[in-house]
């Protein structure tokens, strides 16, 4: 999906507007949090030492704001979960949560799923 379209679906609803804009930002942040390339390569080149700790990786369901912004065929995999009167389907997404760890130092947490 698209970040425009991910960002058009999060702004629609106000109750779902807590990130909040670059601007918000100190001033030597904003062009990180703006960069549209790799932040994994980025930061492999300004640390001397980089890892990538894994944290968690589990089969499960996203969270409300991020299903809002899955497409519908895979709004389809949820259905019935939210019913008790249903038996829920095999959940079809990855979860996956890592630390970005810079020259020994936690630098970026990431949260991210994966269908």
Known sequence: MRIAAVNSTLRADPARQRWHGVALAPRPLRGWMTDRGSLTQRLQRVSARFQVIRLAQRRGRPCSDEAECLTAAQRVA???MN???????PLGFLVREVLLECDGQP???AHSVIA
Do not use: E, L
């Open 78 to 80: 949820m259905a019935g």
């Open 83 to 89: 019913d008790p009167r249903t038996t829920p389907r």
């Open 107 to 109: 630098t970026i947490f």
